[in-house]
């Protein structure tokens, strides 16, 4: 293969059902300007070594699918050039915090019991009540949740909160930046059935604002800023009920 520069990369490579132990594999290879690092794993695996284990789907940063450690960093592989990272080498690693299947896979069921357990979709029981079906939205109330909106679901988040290190039952940037994603959607009428799951010393208050999710966040959903909104309005909910006179209507 004609190429410009030739660099490393150290992939992880790892089966569980084998029993042996994690180790990192050096394949060198040469690369064009503008290959990005998921580029040069598929050529070492189609031309290399067939059994390194990866997902991707895209390559257009919009699946979320090739999430992965970079030089000890969380990034998308197919946004990240291969070029800044010369001379290399470059380490691969499956994102931390998560269990991994095989080589750069991860077990993403214990992230997707966590988008459930925040209900992550409008709730209301008028649907039919406008007559057509149609909850129209101002501009503002848009805005107000737009930029919540945007996840792909790529877990980069979660790779690089410090507290899934510490509290692993913690619900995580994304499954909560979602869930006040729909709390701030004006047609949603269900923040009161996420409360639980959000509120608890697993939720919201499991966040220690280091903001890293937000760093990492490839499409600039800021899960940070969201958790924040969503502490704002769990204490405004928790003294309003404080201060409301006994046997008062909600």
């Not at 290879?29 to 690092?37: A, C, F, G, I, M």
């Not at 979660?158 to 995580?172: Q, R, T």
């Not at 009161?192 to 939720?203: H, K, P, Q, W």
Request: with cysteine.
């Amino acid at each position: 293969m004609a190429g410009e520069k030739r660099i490393t990369l150290e992939i992880f490579r790892y089966n569980p059902e084998d029993g042996g132990e994690p180790f990192f594999q050096s394949y060198e290879v040469e690369y064009l300007n503008h290959w990005v690092v998921l580029d040069a794993i598929n050529w070492i695996k189609d031309e290399i070594d067939g059994t390194i284990a990866h997902r991707w789907t895209c390559r257009m940063g919009v699946c979320g699918s090739c999430g992965m450690m970079v030089n000890g960093e969380p990034k998308l592989s197919c946004h990240s050039l291969l070029r800044d990272y010369a001379p290399g080498p470059v380490r691969v690693e499956p994102l931390q915090h998560f269990p991994v299947e095989k080589d750069l896979m991860i077990d993403k069921s214990g992230f997707m019991e966590r988008l459930a357990e925040v209900k992550p979709y409008i709730i209301r029981d008028d649907v039919n009540d406008t007559g057509n079906g149609e909850y129209l939205q101002t501009p503002a109330q848009i805005a107000a949740y737009h930029e919540h909106s945007m996840c792909i679901n790529c877990m980069l988040c979660y790779a690089g909160c410090p507290v899934m290190s510490l509290e692993p039952a913690f619900l995580g940037p994304a499954a909560l930046a979602l869930g006040q994603r729909y709390n701030l959607d004006s047609r949603d009428k269900g923040q009161a059935e996420r409360v639980d799951a959000m509120s608890g010393d697993e939720g919201l208050w499991g966040c220690t604002f280091v903001g890293e999710c937000s760093v990492v966040c490839p499409k600039h959903v800021d899960p940070a800023g969201a958790i924040q909104k969503g502490k704002i309005a769990a204490a405004k909910q928790w003294y309003a009920n404080f201060i409301k006179p006994k046997g008062a209507k909600k």
